[in-house]
């Protein structure tokens, strides 16, 4: 498939900038299939479209406040965003202006902070670096201190309160990115759905180059994902499989749930690192129904639900953007359902 084929015309108008207030009223484009035209509701009326043995799957990862801004000798900023914690202890980083910044630098990111650069990382773009702290705090108090939480690009205006790009479910520090589709669910959505006989389940895949990473290629099949940790707990395994084998449907928040539950089943590993690319032709494992944002043109995310739905997307893309649907992180949301 080429690459061109996951281009369509975003205006920069329908990118959201802010999240949604109240949570639960982002919009929802419920794909009926069968020819039938979408429908739009809000997400807190997700309730409404489960069945009672249904399992609803969320991504528990929580976004660490991994940017740093630094300061050189010479009064020069170096801006650091921390992509994952090796098993050195250092960290993988995107650092900018890297070349600038010679291996065995340290630099000050507050009384209390150092960072000492390494060398290059397990990619080409990144660095390794190292925490240093002059008081004895962890990494996670230095990064609470003096680190902020990594908005995408495409978003220029300062949120007011970081917990808006927080999940209410978060609880497993690691991501740079959110969840996106899952900032959406209110406690009052999850027991509403609860209420109607769907177990709600969580697994974690942190966030991090390999989501969001630009395909860069002309073939979408020469695209290479990044590594990512997962982790599927057994009772959500069991409780997926108990639902399937009587007729329930599993339901996953977001493109990176699909992710961990694809990576568990396909490999038979329930925690690891995953560089699952889902593209057509792809055999559905786990996923029945997806609740997902609206996606950026030409990115694997838009590729993975081409291949959960086919062509369709481009239909569903094109009525959400005339009815004025958001875009992207703090977006609009759409539901759709494969068996369709």
């Known amino acids: 498939m080429d690459v061109a084929d996951f281009a369509y015309e975003l205006p920069e108008a329908s990118i959201a900038q802010t999240p949604i207030e109240p949570r639960d ?4 484009l419920v794909d009926r299939g069968s020819g039938a035209p979408p429908e739009h509701r809000i997400v807190a009326d997700l ?20 940017r740093l801004h630094l300061t050189k000798s010479t009064g020069g900023a170096v801006e650091v965003l921390l992509l994952e914690r090796l098993p050195s202890g250092e ?60 908005l995408p690009p495409y978003i220029n205006t300062p949120l007011a309160d970081p917990e808006r790009y927080q999940t209410v479910f978060a609880d497993r520090p690691g991501s740079v990115a959110a969840p996106t589709a899952g900032l959406h669910l209110t406690p009052a959505v999850l027991d509403g759905c609860r209420a109607a006989g769907v177990r709600v389940e969580m697994v974690d895949l942190v966030v991090g180059m390999g989501t969001f990473r630009p395909i860069s290629a002309v073939k979408v099949e020469d695209h290479q994902m990044h590594a990512e940790r997962y982790r599927v707990g057994a009772g ?15 339901i996953a928040v977001g493109t990176t749930t699909v992710r961990a539950l694809e990576s568990a089943a396909l490999s038979g590993q329930l925690e690891g690192r995953t560089e699952l ?26 590729v993975l639900i ?35």
């Open 91 to 150: 960290w993988e980083a995107l650092v900018r202006p890297s070349r600038r910044v010679a291996p065995g630098t340290e630099l000050a990111g507050g009384a209390d902070l150092r960072v000492r650069f390494g060398g290059p990382g397990g990619s080409g773009a990144t660095r390794r670096v190292q925490l240093l702290t002059t008081d004895g705090a962890d990494e996670m108090e230095l990064l609470d201190r003096h680190g902020e939480v990594p």
């Open 25 to 28: 009223r982002a919009r929802l």
């Open 236 to 250: 959500t395994v069991a409780a997926c499989e108990k639902a399937r084998a009587a007729g329930g449907r599993v």
């Open 306 to 340: 081409d291949a959960f739905v086919g062509a369709r997307w481009r239909d569903l893309y094109g009525t959400a953007l005339a009815a004025g649907y958001r875009f992207l992180s703090f977006g609009d949301a759409m539901l759709l359902d494969r068996s369709l």
């Open 47 to 66: 309730p409404a479209f489960v069945r009672p043995g249904d399992v609803v799957v969320v991504n528990s990862t929580r976004v660490l406040p991994a």
């Open 277 to 302: 690319f889902i593209r057509r032709p792809w055999r559905w494992r786990e996923v029945d129904v997806l609740l997902t944002n609206f996606h950026l043109p030409r990115s694997s995310l838009l």
